[in-house]
């Protein structure tokens, strides 16, 4: 299974861009799929996930209103549209899936990682 982002560029404050992440290799859909971002010098955060047999997204709060997750199942794609992008979301962003229920709701212990995709907003 690989997971393949792109997407990140640089943008000023208040601009958009669109992240993309194809499943590579695997014939089904995760049930859980997120996006999760680093910056230099800061732990991991969950910043969107969206769970498939629930139709349910989550938001960190520091981008609720702002970014938007979604799931093409049949393109086997996740997508995260962020507007409004402020310098505070610089970091690298990785898509991350699972289909462990247990960890569902922590999806920095996902097993499956991309490679990642960085955004910088200056």
């Known amino acids: 299974v690989q997971l393949v982002e792109s997407g990140g560029s640089s943008v000023q404050p208040g601009g958009s861009l669109r992240l993309s992440c194809v499943v590579c290799g695997f014939t089904s859909s995760f049930y859980y799929m997120s996006w999760v971002r680093q910056a230099p010098g800061k732990e991991r955060e969950g910043v969107a996930q969206i769970y498939r047999r629930m139709f349910y997204t989550h938001y960190a709060d520091s981008v609720k209103g702002r970014f938007t997750i979604s799931q093409n199942n049949a393109a086997n794609t996740v997508t995260l549209q962020m507007d409004n992008l402020k310098p505070e979301d610089t970091a690298m962003y990785y898509c991350?899936?699972?289909?462990?229920?247990?960890?569902?709701?922590?999806?920095?212990?996902?097993?499956?990682w991309g490679q990642g995709t960085q955004v910088t907003v200056s």
């Open positions: 991350t899936a699972s289909n462990d229920f247990k960890t569902q709701f922590v999806p920095q212990l996902y097993p499956y």
